[in-house]
């Protein structure tokens, strides 16, 4: 979940303001398995220590407009691939292939355009 902290309420009318602070999502951790699948109802961002090859499905609850990051750290075996459901759009069509080197970290941000259609963008080989 996300926290906002609330600076100031302006007295409530048709056109009240509300002036926060800076907002903070939590990291939410996935199990590594062979089939993945995020709940973005309960998160934008996730993290996960792969021990098995995984395919991320096409989460669940996507809102359009929605953005995130998702860090995917190969465990202390590394050669962990990944795959990903349909909705996932790669730049270039094609899906990175992650880092395997044990212990190093990839990260994919990304940008919900509708419920079946889900940018994507990897930046690789934080170790």
């Given at each position: 979940m996300s926290?906002?902290?609330?600076d100031t309420i302006e007295p409530r009318t048709a056109s009240s303001t509300i002036t926060i602070g800076a907002a903070a999502n939590n990291l939410t951790t996935l199990t590594s398995a062979a089939s993945i699948t995020m709940d973005?109802?309960?998160n934008n961002n996730f993290k996960v220590t792969l021990a098995h090859n995984a395919t991320f499905n096409n989460p669940s609850n996507p809102t359009a407009g929605q953005t995130g990051s998702i860090f995917i750290t190969?465990?202390?075996t590394g050669s962990r691939t990944a795959?990903?459901?349909t909705s996932w759009d790669f730049i270039g069509g094609t899906?990175?292939?992650l880092t395997?080197?044990?212990a190093?970290?990839?990260?994919i941000?990304?940008?919900v355009l509708d419920s079946t259609n889900i940018q994507a963008v990897a930046t690789l080989n934080y170790s």
């Open positions: 926290t906002v902290k609330v973005l109802n309960n190969q465990d202390g795959s990903w459901g899906a990175p292939t395997t080197t044990a190093a970290t990839d990260r941000d990304y940008i």
